[in-house]
């Protein structure tokens, strides 16, 4: 999302190589995760997804979608290419 394309878009400014690994469905548009930066996505039934919504008192955030529970990041999910 939002603070991983931010973080991604800094580190190349700096002259560092980028490498993001994400556990995502099939319904994700990981488009713009993609180049310049190297994108290697965990498969999983469905995406974690934040649905933002407004009301008077300003924003709330609400979970609208889980990941699938049986898939959690480690070293192990981070590919040849994207180790130093």
């Given at each position: 999302g939002g603070a991983v394309s931010?973080?991604?878009?800094?580190?190349?400014?700096?002259?560092?190589?980028?490498?993001?690994?994400?556990?995502?469905?099939?319904?994700?548009?990981?488009?713009?995760?993609?180049?310049?930066?190297?994108?290697?996505?965990?498969p999983a039934s469905s995406t974690l997804t934040f649905e933002h919504s407004y009301n008077w008192y300003g924003k709330e955030r609400q979970l609208r979608v889980t990941a699938n529970p049986g898939v959690t990041l480690s070293r192990a999910h981070v590919p040849r290419y994207c180790q130093r």
């Open positions: 931010y973080a991604a878009v800094v580190a190349k400014a700096l002259g560092l190589r980028t490498c993001i690994v994400t556990v995502a469905g099939p319904d994700a548009d990981l488009a713009v995760l993609g180049p310049p930066h190297a994108l290697h996505v965990v």
